[in-house]
């Protein structure tokens, strides 16, 4: 079942910037990792990125560090991502995810995952 709620995604030009946002009615992020995937048209599933809520550490896959954020606000139970600038090989449909182990979630498994959000970019 899906239980995570992704939005923000949408059509850019390349340069351009998107914020994602994911929560859930759920449970709490408090205790969890939370992060992005993303798939392609024909390619596979990528982990984007990461935020453990536990200590704010973060993790990015090497083609988005410089250009993505990832960021919390555990008070409104929110995990975001701020994507700047974008280019074509962005395009794809965002996931977010959880687990409560950082080194699972690399592996891309997952214990939670929301609907996916898609991204676009024209260049």
């Known amino acids: 079942d899906v239980q995570l709620q992704a939005s923000g995604g949408g059509l850019v030009q390349a340069g351009g910037s998107l914020r994602l946002s994911c929560t859930t009615s759920?449970?709490?992020?408090?205790?969890?990792?939370v992060g992005w995937f993303r798939q392609a048209p024909g390619k596979e599933r990528e982990g984007v990125s990461y935020?453990?809520?536990?200590?704010?550490?973060?993790w990015y896959v090497d083609s988005v560090k410089g250009r993505f954020t990832a960021s919390r606000d555990n008070a409104k139970n929110m995990v975001y991502l701020q994507m700047n600038s974008l280019n074509p090989d962005d395009t794809a449909v965002y996931y977010c995810v959880a687990h409560q182990s950082r080194e699972e979630l690399r592996q891309l498994k997952v214990e939670f995952w929301g609907q996916g959000t898609l991204v676009t970019v024209s260049s």
């Open positions: 935020i453990d809520n536990r200590d704010g550490a973060t």
């Open positions: 759920a449970f709490t992020f408090n205790d969890y990792v």
